[in-house]
């Protein structure tokens, strides 16, 4: 019964390149949440998305960050020219469904993006 | 601020004393969420408490929420090393736009020597 599950744990880029990050989310959830934490930091809310569709994305930087879930396949995170400010963890999270029906948000390992 | 605030930042105590954090926030919710994260690592769901829900217990855990107050307590019972860790409030607020989004409080990073 696997978890949520991120790749890759870690990430080295140097700036002005991508760093893209997947989400497979646990067996069954529709929904996936990105966060962002920076050292020493909580978690900050990013995006939320159901498949196909962002739902909630008043947390994603206007520029250079965009996320998507397609019908197959894990969710993407993806960071176009990076900058030292982007090195953080970023974690994944999915549910199975809405706060309507009380459903647990569950947490993968998080990719740790290094900007060097 | 949508986020929570904990307190204190840090906590330091000895093995098997008992540990108190606190979670308050600023919206109205639908539940509250303590989540454990270890160093370099995810984050653990603990535990859950609903708005209906005063106290809840689980283990050597307990969870108290005061709505009115708009706060939350976390109390860990005889403690032990690997309690060591970082914990986090978290709340589905109810406000304007998507309701499903958890919000995380700042953390209280808690010690606890052998």
């Known amino acids: 019964n696997a978890g949520v599950m991120q790749n890759p744990r870690h990430l080295v880029r140097r700036r002005g390149q991508e760093a893209r990050l997947r989400c497979s989310p646990m067996?069954?959830?529709?929904?996936v949440y990105w966060y962002r934490q920076l050292p020493e930091e909580g978690l900050k809310f990013m995006v939320y998305l159901q498949k196909e569709n962002i739902i909630d994305e008043s947390g994603m930087p206007k520029e250079r960050f965009s996320a998507e879930f397609p019908k197959e396949g894990p969710s993407i995170l993806r960071i176009q020219q990076v900058v030292r400010g982007d090195s953080a963890a970023y974690f994944c999270?999915?549910?199975?469904?809405?706060?309507?029906?009380?459903?647990?948000?569950?947490f993968g390992e998080g990719s740790w993006l290094t900007v060097v | 601020s949508q986020q929570g605030e904990e307190d204190p930042q840090a906590l330091s105590i000895q093995e098997g004393e008992n540990a108190t954090m606190n979670c308050s926030y600023k919206?109205?919710?639908?539940?509250l969420q303590w989540y454990r994260q270890n160093s370099g690592r995810g984050l653990v769901h603990l535990i859950l408490i609903r708005s209906n829900e005063r106290e809840k217990h689980s283990g050597r855990l307990r969870v108290t929420l005061d709505t009115s107050k708009k706060s939350s307590s976390l109390l860990i019972t005889a403690s032990r090393a690997a309690d060591t860790a970082s914990y986090f409030c978290?709340?589905?607020?109810?406000?304007?736009?998507?309701?499903?989004?958890?919000?995380f409080g700042t953390g209280t990073l808690l010690a606890v020597q052998p």
């Open positions: 067996k069954g959830h529709s929904h």
């Open positions: 978290a709340f589905r607020g109810i406000y304007g736009g998507a309701t499903n989004k958890l919000i």
């Open positions: 999270a999915s549910s199975l469904g809405t706060e309507s029906s009380g459903n647990t948000i569950y």
């Open positions: 919206t109205s919710i639908n539940n």
